[in-house]
């Protein structure tokens, strides 16, 4: 079945750690690729996307995810968190251009002082 | 670009009640799509429009919730009657450009008792 997974509920690090935030996909085709941020009480803010070109993307807040064709992953990672960064991290697959997206389960992020 | 409005932030009903959301998108964004997300998971979709037309509401309950998108613009989102299994965050997006990049508007979040 087609699924977006993210293995990770909940993750903790330290503040000014740096972060990997896993995600898994399974479509036949390279599909587009997204990273959600959503803030308690707040909607979704896109934080970076995949279509196709380069395999590295950068986003803002100075995140950014890699794409692995051969692994299926689009793992999302920032070199040093910071205390804002706590948060609800979803990733999000639209399979084909004309299909729906499909988000995972969520990662929730908690920053240690 | 103006986001996307939805009100009210919060709701709270007792089962058997009825009650409605409202979601004004990006001016020009011509698809829009009703989620919900229960705690602790991603966001489901419920509905998705293109201009007035409905293009997926394979995942709408339909014997108690309806949506509506009049002229194109705004859009409503009514359950009737509500079951405490309703209660999440429903979520209003907008999309207009490329390959369904959405925009989230904060959700409502509704408590049934």
């Known amino acids: 079945a087609q699924s977006v997974t993210q293995p990770d509920i909940h993750i903790t690090v330290s503040e000014g750690a740096s972060l990997e935030l896993r995600c898994n996909y399974s479509?036949?085709?390279?599909?587009?690729l997204f990273w959600y941020v959503q803030s308690p009480g707040q909607g979704l803010q896109l934080l970076l996307k995949?279509?196709?070109?380069?395999?590295l993307v950068q986003g803002i807040k100075g995140f950014e995810a890699e794409f692995k064709r051969s692994q299926s992953s689009f793992n999302l990672r920032k070199p040093s968190v910071h205390w804002s960064d706590a948060a609800e991290y979803f990733c999000?697959?639209?399979?084909?251009?004309?299909?729906?997206?499909?988000f995972g389960s969520g990662t929730r992020l908690s920053i240690r002082p | 670009e103006a986001g996307v409005a939805q009100s009210p932030r919060y709701k709270i009903i007792e089962k058997r009640q009825s009650v409605a959301f409202w979601c004004n998108p990006i001016s020009g964004h011509a698809t829009l799509y009703w989620y919900q997300q229960i705690l602790g998971q991603g966001p489901k979709l419920l509905i998705q429009f293109q201009n007035n037309g409905v293009v997926d509401d394979s995942q709408l309950p339909k014997d108690r919730f309806s949506a509506e998108r009049l002229k194109g613009v705004d859009s409503t989102l009514k359950i009737q009657p509500a079951k405490l299994e309703d209660s999440a965050v429903y979520l209003c997006?907008?999309?207009?450009?490329?390959?369904?990049?959405?925009?989230f508007g904060p959700g409502t979040r509704l408590t049934v008792l």
């Open positions: 995949y279509f196709s070109g380069d395999t």
């Open positions: 999000a697959v639209v399979p084909g251009s004309a299909s729906k997206i499909i």
């Open positions: 479509y036949g085709a390279t599909p587009y």
């Open positions: 997006a907008a999309a207009g450009g490329r390959v369904n990049e959405q925009f």
